[in-house]
């Protein structure tokens, strides 16, 4: 009965492969989020959906495209991948816009080689 | 939500003591709330506190908030190994959370 669930958990991939990490809530949540966790530590938003429709795109490469099939789904596909991809990507959703506070998949960590 | 700042930056303490930490925020808010991550794993929602409240319980968690100040402080009483983890605080809330660097807290047998 997880809430928030994120496959793979580890993924090692070669620079220039296409990836994707799949998402999927079962909170019945309007909206969910990616946010990538770097080395040091800082942890920042990418993207978020609500309803399936995109409504926050950071500052994020157009290799990153986010593509939500359905509310309780939001997948991360990454082309081209690159050394600096590598990090920690955290999945999550909440209720509503966010104001009640959001709720966390375990993360999947990313090694580019 | 704007950017926390956590004090200190990381926190060593013997199990049964009490642990606090502190926040502080630049900005008027409408909510704070903290979160924690333990070691490689996901964050965890604790608690959020709301501008018009002053302090607030979850089990051996007390936040507080002062909006005069902007700052906050989360106390963790008795803590226990298993308390081990980074937290942060999130002033503000919303679909948009910007998290510091947060406080590393470690709890020893």
């Known amino acids: 009965d997880t809430a928030v669930s994120q496959t793979p958990k580890y993924l090692v991939t070669q620079m220039g492969n296409d990836k994707s990490i799949k998402c999927e809530q079962n909170?019945?949540?309007?909206?969910m989020y990616w946010y990538k966790q770097d080395s040091k530590k800082f942890l920042k938003i990418m993207f978020s959906?609500?309803?399936?429709?995109?409504?926050i795109n950071e500052t994020v490469p157009n290799r990153f495209s986010p593509k939500s099939p359905d509310k309780a789904h939001l997948n991360l596909h990454i082309n081209s991948l690159e050394l600096g991809d590598s990090a920690v990507y955290f999945c999550?959703?909440?209720?509503?816009?966010?104001?009640?506070?959001?709720?966390f998949g375990p993360g999947t960590r990313l090694t580019v080689t | 939500s704007q950017q926390g700042e956590e004090d200190p930056q990381a926190l060593s303490i013997q199990e049964g003591e009490n642990a606090t930490m502190n926040c502080s925020y630049k900005?008027?808010?409408?909510?704070l709330q903290w979160y924690r991550q333990n070691s490689g794993r996901g964050l965890v929602h604790l608690i959020l506190?709301?501008?018009?409240?002053r302090e607030k319980h979850s089990g051996r968690l007390r936040v507080t908030l002062d909006t005069s100040k902007k700052s906050s402080s989360l106390l963790i009483t008795a803590s226990r190994a298993a308390d081990t983890a980074s937290y942060f605080c999130v002033p503000g809330g919303g679909n948009k959370l910007t998290f510091g660097t947060g406080t590393q807290l470690k709890v020893e047998l």
């Open positions: 959906y609500n309803n399936k429709e995109l409504i």
């Open positions: 999550a959703s909440s209720p509503g816009q966010g104001w009640d506070g959001q709720y």
């Open positions: 506190i709301r501008s018009n409240e």
């Open positions: 909170l019945g949540h309007d909206t």
């Open positions: 900005t008027s808010i409408n909510n």
